[in-house]
């Protein structure tokens, strides 16, 4: 357990809506990614964050945004939510040994 | 083009057999990641290897670095193996990051009582 939990859990919204995502972690890594989940296509980095104000785009950024203000917490935005946003959405760590990330329990959006 | 292959893609197995999940990846690694993920659960770290052989329980995991393959297997397999297992390598020069992941599409086993 490396301490990672996100919120909510599970959301239903309305296309066109703003849609926060939540990634609290309690050990102080430096490393924190936001990876959404789809049958067929595996796991996909969103964003990942380097440290407080350091984020990078991953492969699939298009319709998202995020921030880190504080070491323990991770936000992943959609800022106008359509269909194909809907997924499940992982949040993780890189741990203490290089590449070995952790991840939280994952929160399912469905955006109707 | 994916850079990280499993096969299969679905295993059905009978409790007891022994079971090889496979990964194939065409970029420089220099470690490879196998997780777990339980049916509507979270994803689970099973081993980080970067050379031979890793153990841990009925689970082994094997890496080829020169051929650029790895293999999970599972001996006595058990329904409570049932998952997706998904292996994963890091994209060395990406963004500057060390620890950003391409991952499989992971290969969804099932044991049968």
């Known amino acids: 357990d490396a301490g990672i939990t996100q919120s909510p859990r599970h959301k239903v919204t309305e296309t066109g809506t703003p849609v926060t995502l939540r990634c609290h972690q309690t050990e102080n890594h430096r490393y924190m990614y936001w990876y959404r989940q789809d049958p067929g296509h595996g796991l996909r980095l969103i964003h990942y964050?380097?440290?407080?104000?350091?984020?990078d785009k991953g492969e699939v950024s298009d319709g998202y945004s995020v921030s880190r203000s504080k070491t323990e917490d991770f936000l992943l935005t959609l800022e106008s939510a359509t269909s194909s946003q809907t997924s499940v959405y992982f949040c993780a760590i890189l741990g203490d040994t290089s590449y070995e990330q952790y991840f939280g329990p994952g929160t399912r959006l469905t955006v109707t | 083009k994916n850079e990280v292959e499993q096969s299969p893609q679905n295993l059905t197995a009978q409790e007891g057999e022994f079971i090889t999940i496979n990964c194939s990846y065409s970029?420089?690694?220099?470690?490879l990641h196998w997780l777990q993920q339980h049916p509507g659960g979270g994803i689970v770290s099973l081993f980080m290897l970067s050379s031979g052989k890793k153990k841990h329980g009925r689970l082994i995991a094997t890496i080829n670095i020169q051929e650029k393959h790895s293999s999970l297997h599972i001996t006595a397999s058990h329904p409570r193996d049932s998952a997706v297992y998904i292996c994963a390598v890091p994209l060395m020069n990406y963004g500057g990051s060390q620890g950003n992941l391409i991952f499989g599409k992971g290969t969804k086993l099932s044991v049968k009582p």
């Open positions: 964050s380097y440290g407080v104000k350091d984020t």
């Open positions: 970029v420089g690694i220099s470690a």
